[in-house]
């Protein structure tokens, strides 16, 4: 009987002593070190991304500032970053090499909107089967968190919706995937548990 009634306070402990959840970074990507540095327009060679449709002359475009040389710097003191409309036929579309497991993740993206018109234009979001359209006004500057539950293995894709043709599109400052975890409590935290646990049994037998 005693034991029965410990169970809720020894579930408040365990919640306590460390069986929150907490975040692994697996990618973190904010484009300074591409190409050496050194801005471009119609840029591919990613480290972390491919531009996946680079076949039908979609592109995106490495502008900005490397601290010597200013390239199209429509954000000045934000580094590199990506127009994601290049200077191609289409737009282009960044699509991460690296696939995701099914799991819990937070996606957090740096973005701007674009620099030259005064129109809204929408970032996609695409991951599995989670799809999100973010509106970003010109010279509008945004920090998007998503959450997402995802059930099957796939890649992350960033996209522009093209409303001002191939070469004017939304700006992608920074991407960071995080995939949320369940921590399991370290041994001292269990320790702490065992521990609180007598403290509330003789105290229990106390008050019998």
């Known amino acids: 009987m005693v034991l029965r009634k410990l169970l809720p306070a020894a579930a408040a402990l365990w919640l306590l002593s460390g069986a929150a959840s907490h975040a692994t970074i697996l990618l973190n990507d904010n484009f300074d070190a591409e190409n050496g540095g050194v801005p471009t327009l119609n840029y591919f060679n990613f480290a972390n991304f491919v531009v996946s449709n680079a076949g039908i002359g979609g592109a995106v475009d490495l502008i900005g500032s490397n601290g010597s040389t200013?390239?199209?710097d429509f954000y000045p003191g934000n580094g590199l970053y990506v127009d994601i409309c290049g200077s191609l036929s289409a737009c282009g579309v960044l699509t991460t090499k690296q696939v995701f497991a099914p799991g819990n993740y937070t996606i957090t993206l740096g973005l701007g909107g674009n620099a030259r018109a005064a129109v809204t234009d929408s970032t996609g979001v695409m991951l599995g089967s989670f799809v999100a359209n973010i509106p970003l006004g010109e010279n509008t500057i945004?920090?998007?968190?998503?959450g997402i539950t995802l059930t099957?293995?796939?890649a992350l894709s960033i996209s522009d919706q093209g409303l001002l043709g191939p070469d004017i599109g939304n700006i992608?400052?920074?991407v960071?995937?995080?995939n949320?975890?369940?921590a399991i409590p370290e041994p001292t935290?269990?320790?702490l548990l065992g521990a609180g646990l007598?403290?509330?049994a003789g105290a229990a037998r106390r008050r019998s």
């Open 189 to 191: 935290s269990l320790a």
């Open 70 to 72: 200013h390239f199209f």
């Open 176 to 178: 960071e995937v995080a």
């Open 142 to 146: 945004a920090t998007e968190t998503l």
């Open 172 to 174: 992608l400052f920074s």
């Open 180 to 182: 949320d975890v369940a």
């Open 152 to 154: 099957t293995a796939s």
């Open 198 to 200: 007598l403290v509330l």
